[in-house]
C-alpha cells in the first residue's frame, strides 16, 4: 500500500523558514518524480515544486522560486522542501505527491497523495 | 499560466442523476486533463489522466471527455458517496494549473 507521510509543518512568523518532510513507503521511490500542492484554507488547488525521481531537476512556479527549495533523500524514500522569507499568503495544507508515471518523464499527474501538512504564516 | 476554468462552480443533484461538470482551458491542451474528487477533510483522488482515461479502482460511471480547450467530466449514475468537490488540471505546460473547484452537493 503506497503511503506517503508529511511531517513539519507548523505556525510561523512572517520570514521565518520552515523545512517539511515527506517520508513514502509502498513503491519504489527512486522510479518516481514527486511534488509538493499546497491547498489554501477553503480555496483550490495549487501547484508549488517537483523532482525528478533521481533528484537531477527540480521545478517551481514564480512563488517558489527562490524562496523554496525542494529535495529528496533516495536513501531515505523521502521528499523535502525547505521554505525561507515565508508570507501570510503561503498559509496552506501542503500536500507531498506522487507523480503517475515512473522513470524519468513527469506526467504531473498526481495519483497519490499524504495527508498534509498544515503550515500557518502569521505573527 | 494556463487558466482553467470550470463551470459550474456548484451543482445540486440527487443520487441517481446524471451529472456533468465542464473546464475550459485558456489555451488548447490538447488532451493533457485530469480530474480529482476531494471529500471533506482529504486529499483530492485522482479519477481521470489524459482527458478520458480511468485512473485504476475509479468506478466506470465515471467519464471524462474533450480535447483543446473543452472538456467534461460525466458522472452517469450519481452514488451516495460522489458529493464532493471536483477539480481539473491541465498538464499541458508548466506549471500544472486546477480550476477552481466544482462543489457537488445533495438536493
Known amino acids: 500500500e503506497v503511503q506517503l507521510v508529511e511531517s513539519g509543518g507548523d505556525l510561523v512568523q512572517p520570514g521565518g523558514s520552515l523545512r517539511l518532510s515527506c517520508s513514502a513507503s509502498?513503491?519504489?521511490?527512486?522510479?518516481?518524480?514527486m511534488h509538493w500542492v499546497r491547498q489554501a484554507p477553503g480555496k483550490g488547488l495549487e501547484y508549488v515544486s517537483g523532482i525528478s525521481s533521481n533528484g537531477g531537476n527540480t521545478y517551481y512556479t514564480d512563488s517558489a522560486k527562490d524562496r523554496f527549495t525542494i529535495s529528496r533523500d533516495n536513501s531515505r524514500n523521502t521528499l523535502y522542501l525547505q521554505m525561507t522569507s515565508l508570507r501570510p499568503d503561503d498559509t496552506a495544507l501542503y500536500y507531498c505527491v506522487k507523480d503517475r508515471v515512473p522513470y524519468g518523464s513527469n506526467s504531473y499527474y498526481f495519483d497519490y497523495w499524504g495527508q498534509g501538512a498544515p503550515v500557518t504564516v502569521s505573527s | 499560466d494556463i487558466q482553467m476554468t470550470q463551470s459550474p462552480s456548484s451543482v445540486s443533484a440527487s443520487v441517481g442523476d446524471r451529472v456533468t461538470i465542464t473546464c475550459r482551458a485558456s489555451?488548447?491542451?490538447?488532451?493533457?486533463l485530469g480530474w480529482y474528487q476531494q471529500k471533506p477533510g482529504k486529499a483530492p483522488k485522482l479519477l481521470i489522466h489524459?482527458?478520458?482515461n480511468l485512473h485504476s479502482g475509479i468506478p466506470s460511471r465515471f467519464s471524462g471527455s474533450g480535447s483543446g480547450t473543452d472538456f467534461t467530466l460525466t458522472i452517469s449514475s450519481l452514488q451516495a458517496e460522489d458529493f464532493a468537490i471536483y477539480y481539473c488540471q491541465q498538464t499541458s505546460t508548466f506549471p500544472p494549473t486546477f480550476g477552481q473547484g466544482t462543489r457537488l452537493e445533495n438536493k
Open positions: 509502498g513503491f519504489t521511490f527512486t522510479e518516481y518524480a
Open positions: 489555451h488548447g491542451i490538447i488532451d493533457w
Open positions: 489524459g482527458a478520458f
